[in-house]
T-cell receptor, first 116, second 113 residues
Framework: AQKITQTQPGMFVQEKEAVTLDCTYD???????LFWYKQPSSGEMIFLIY??????QNATEGRYSLNFQKARKSANLVISASQLGDSAMYFC?????????????FGGGTRLMVKP | KAGVTQTPRYLIKTRGQQVTLSCSPI?????VSWYQQTPGQGLQFLFE?????QRNKGNFPGRFSGRQFSNSRSEMNVSTLELGDSALYLC???WGTGDYGYTFGSGTRLTVV
């Protein structure tokens, strides 16, 4: 079974500053994928970034980067230069190995609030 | 390209009724997964359909069922609704196995009264 833990229920960050959202995971799968999604108050899940378990380099997508530490089983999201529009719920998620199908296990989420 | 379309956006049903939700995936996507989001339980995987076959199932009672049509559109059905079924139901589509390009719809918010 896979498990995702997000220990920060809510966080504040000043506009234009960087922020790190924590995510730890547990799995017995040798191969897996890690995701971060943003969910604004409207409800849709917006894909931010993906990291494969065998990827050698940390993933980056614009202002988003994923700090992947496999030995520690952590996949923290770093948002640089926060913007007011970044205020939302953020979910860390995991998918099983490539042949197991498309199903995600989500963490409990972190509510990020960006202060002007 | 068109995104994942879920209908209806909002729904109010009475306890004991049944409900059907629809999800139209991105053109060419063959996998559709369904998730339930509640304040208490968070986001939970319901089931996944791939090429009209249920490939994976989460830990939900048999009142929750689904199907997928030949055009990859998927429906989920909840029978004998309970108050606890009130939730945001999200579907996600992807091209196939191991494809990390999941795209979510905007969800259907179901309220059971």
């Amino acid at each position: 079974a896979q498990k995702i833990t997000q220990t920060q229920p809510g966080m504040f960050v000043q506009e234009k500053e960087a922020v790190t959202l924590d995510c730890t995971y547990d799995t017995s799968d040798p191969s897996y994928g890690l995701f971060w999604y943003k969910q604004p108050s409207s409800g849709e899940m917006i894909f931010l970034i993906y990291q494969g378990s065998y990827d050698q380099q940390n993933a980056t997508e614009g202002r988003y980067s994923l700090n992947f530490q496999k030995a520690r089983k952590s996949a923290n999201l770093v948002i640089s230069a926060s913007q007011l529009g970044d205020s939302a719920m953020y979910f860390c998620a995991m998918s099983p190995s490539n042949n197991a199908g498309n199903m995600l296990t989500f963490g409990g989420g972190t509510r990020l609030m960006v202060k002007p | 390209k068109a995104g994942v379309t879920q209908t209806p956006r909002y729904l109010i049903k009475t306890r004991g009724q049944q409900v059907t939700l629809s999800c139209s995936p991105i053109s060419g996507h063959r996998s559709v997964s369904w998730y339930q989001q509640t304040p208490g339980q968070g986001l939970q995987f319901l089931f996944e359909y791939f090429s009209e076959t249920q490939r994976n199932k989460g830990n939900f009672p048999g009142r929750f069922s689904g199907r997928q049509f030949s055009n990859s559109r998927s429906e989920m059905n909840v029978s004998t609704l309970e108050l606890g079924d009130s939730a945001l139901y999200l579907c996600a589509s992807s091209w196939g196995t191991g494809d990390y390009g999941y795209t979510f719809g905007s969800g259907t918010r179901l309220t059971v009264v």
